[in-house]
């Protein structure tokens, strides 16, 4: 039986090398799409319908009679945001596929992305191996996940809120989030280990840093404030606090973890 | 730098303060810790945190912290300020924890920042729909806290309880449906083991009410109806069916007094605003002040200032509540500058009216009889043709909070003296739209007009003195221990008067109207006062030497 662990693991494996990654992510030189607010996945899906729809169909599910192709699963053409971008910049030669105008701005373009991205995540089109209820159970029961982290206003402080992972989350992250917690950790989420003025030593999540100032949460939770020039000496670690998965859960655990966690979105 | 302990000589430091036995640890703590109950009733005492919107359940707006008063306020400069990043006009009152502050945020965000700094700990996005109905701008006024969850009304009528330490949302309940033209903007009041809120939309044909939710679950604990239902006392008061859109919105947040167990909350225009001729009666209880039963929201008294309400002189003023000596004993009172420019001295035990007086200048009313009831000037009605009437519809106050000194037993109001055309039109309410049957006019330009600070004796209802401003003002205002009201103009000005005789100590052009309350609070010993101007929020403090 096709177990989704294995499969994707191969896949991770290829991405971590610094491949690619199956789809949804971009590479690792570009920032990635800085316009996938909800509010630009609307107006992508706006400009959609009227410029794109006749031929991908409003639903985006694509149209035998045209030969546009199903846009809401894994794309043949492009597997980063980056490739997306480009194929609706500059279109596919020799096919109906046009560019967009070339005077249409890199933003709504960038909206685009995002709304089409939106649709790849869509759980109707994702089959996943594992059951959500299982997965809700390891996680607050032998995962212990919930001690870190909060779903709907349950659990831990000391990662980030899993309330709506999966609309952020494809599997495939979701996945690597558990087995290789280490790669791509967000800034928010690194340890700052601060030294003050009488050699005291403490360290904590770091919730914010600038030029003059930083900002941690410690293990018990306590808020700091640190002005950068009154404490003695700070240390950046950007590995993450959470532990890997891959010794401590079975391969179908894994798998139930990823269904419960692609299933947490907004209600209704 | 001066210590906290020169607070404590405070003439009037006379509790005994649990905080305060070992003010200055020299080891530091961190940031934040849980707010009781305990420590919002006892908010008075610990000054140094800034717990509620209006600072104490009693909502004086009386700071005991007197590090700047009137001989060094000229020494304040600008610690730090902070930007909000949408831009609208801020009404935020911040809200201190232990050198943490919660700042709101127009639309609907939350952010926490070092009180000492205003450095970011985190921020809360709320998700709002495009199709908001909202009548006066994208604003938010504040927070309410218990243990360690931040409460927040949001433009899109939910009630949405915040992780203080994190920014994560615990739970998001709609409190009304927003397409039928409610909204929320106030900050919630605790009252012991609920987050009680109002809720706006008074231009809208609402059904105005006050809630009382579970600060854990988010359930709702108890619904009052500002405006009766059928079978319900005052239901008569409206004719037809004229009460299922009665207005009477609950936009600004109410007081408590923890002994007599009432919550005091004011109420908004009756609906639609200028068109009485729908709503036949007095209106019960639009633009009243309702005292309800904390445990469990009945009406204990109602007084209501204006009665079948053409003007819309919303009674949305943060009732504020003091022990005053009045002909020869202690009463415990509320007292109200009401945007109808009278001002009342009410007994809060019974709703019995004291004292009353126009404190701005008004044409609508010839004066109030022996039971505190208006009595109208014949003809004030609008009409479809326009008459002129003082105040005008932003009234001779508004939802700007006024304020309590115990130094002088003095109640400070903004007040303004305009006026306006009034008009009178036709509508038909449909839900979700905006039901008002009239409108306004200015026939003059507003410089014509004369605002100003007002300091009123409650015993008497006697002006004892005013300091003009240019030439208006919608921001709140603060006293302290130190002798000083702190407050804002329209015209970008944040400046500090003498409590005692409304003489000006120090301003500063911070060029951008002031629309919300200073607030003030210390952190290590330093007293810092806080205000926010145009989309700013700044923090002062003395000179360090």
Known sequence: MGNLTTQLGRLLTLALGGLFLAKGSSFAEDAGNLYNTNFDINAGLKYFERQCSRCHGFDAKGNDETGAPDLTSRLARASSEVGLFNIIRTGIPGTAMLPVAADLPDTQVWQLVAYIGSLSTDPANIDLPGSVASGASVFTNKGDCSSCHMVDGQGGRLGPDLSRVGERRSPEELLSDMLNPHTDVAPRWWTMRVTDMDGVVREGLRMNEDSFSLRIMDEELNLWSYPKNQIASFERVEASTMPSYTQTLSDSEIDDLVAYLFSLRKEN | ?545
């Open chain 2, 1 to 545: 730098m001066n210590k906290f302990s020169l607070l404590l000589c405070g003439t009037f430091l006379t509790l005994p303060v649990q905080a305060q036995e070992e003010p200055f640890q020299t080891v530091i703590t961190p940031a934040f810790s849980p707010v009781t109950w305990e420590r919002l009733v006892n908010a008075e005492s610990e000054p140094e945190n800034w717990m509620m919107y209006s600072g104490t359940l009693d909502s004086q707006r009386y700071s005991r912290l007197d590090q700047i008063n009137t001989d060094n306020v000229t020494e304040l400069e600008m610690k730090w300020s902070y930007q909000i990043p949408v831009i609208d006009r801020a009404e935020t009152v911040p809200t201190v924890v232990d050198g943490v502050m919660f700042i709101t945020e127009a639309p609907s965000n939350l952010t926490a920042v070092d009180a000492r700094t205003g450095r970011v700990y985190w921020r809360y996005d709320h998700e709002l729909p495009e199709d908001l109905r909202i009548c006066c701008g994208r604003n938010n006024r504040g927070v309410a806290i218990l243990g360690e969850t931040l409460f927040m009304s949001t433009l899109d009528a939910h009630l949405v309880a915040i992780d203080a330490r994190t920014g994560n949302v615990l739970w998001d309940v709609e409190v009304a449906d927003y397409e039928a033209g409610y909204s929320k903007t106030a900050a919630p009041l605790i009252v012991k083991d609920k987050v009680v809120t109002g809720i706006a939309g008074g231009e809208f044909g609402i059904r105005g009410f006050i809630d009382a939710y579970d600060p854990v679950t988010g359930e709702l604990e108890w619904r009052t109806y500002a405006v009766p239902g059928p079978g319900e006392p005052g239901n008569d008061s409206w004719s037809g069916d004229s009460w299922k859109t009665g207005g009477a919105a609950t936009w600004i947040t109410g007081s408590y007094d923890p002994d007599l167990n009432l919550i005091y909350w004011g109420t908004g225009n009756p609906g639609p605003d200028w068109n009485g001729d729908v709503r036949l009666g007095d209106n019960l209880y639009s633009d009243s002040a309702l005292a309800l039963n904390g445990d469990t929201g009945e009406i204990a008294w109602h007084f209501q200032f204006t009665p079948h309400d053409v003007h819309d002189y919303d009674s949305i003023q943060v009732p504020i509540l003091a022990d005053i000596e009045y002909q020869g004993s202690t009463r415990k009172v509320m007292m109200w500058a009401n945007r109808n420019a009278f001002f009342y001295t009410i007994d809060r035990e019974t709703g019995e009216f004291l004292e009353g007086e126009a404190y701005a200048t008004q044409t609508w009313a010839q004066g109030l009889d022996p039971n505190g009831r208006p009595i109208p000037t014949p003809g004030m009605a609008p009409t479809y043709e326009g008459i002129l009437v003082s105040p005008p519809i932003v009234g001779a106050t508004n939802w700007y909070s006024p304020a309590y000194s115990q130094q002088t037993g003095l109640f400070y109001v903004t007040s303004f003296d305009g006026e306006q055309e009034f008009f009178k039109r036709d509508e038909d309410y449909e839900e979700g739209e905006r039901f008002t049957g009239g409108g306004g006019r200015y026939n003059q330009p507003m410089d014509a007009f004369h605002s100003s600070i007002r300091a009123i004796n409650p015993a008497t209802a006697e002006i004892e003195w005013e300091f003009p401003i240019m030439p208006r003002s919608s921001a709140g205002i603060t006293t302290t221990a130190g002798g000083i009201v702190f407050t804002g103009s329209a015209d970008g000005y944040f400046f500090a008067l003498d409590a005692a005789s409304g003489e000006e100590l120090w301003h500063i052009s911070l060029g951008a109207r002031v629309h919300a309350a200073p607030m003030t609070y210390a952190i290590d010993g330093q007293q810092f006062v806080t205000i926010a101007s145009g989309n700013v929020v700044y923090t002062f403090g003395l000179k360090e030497d």
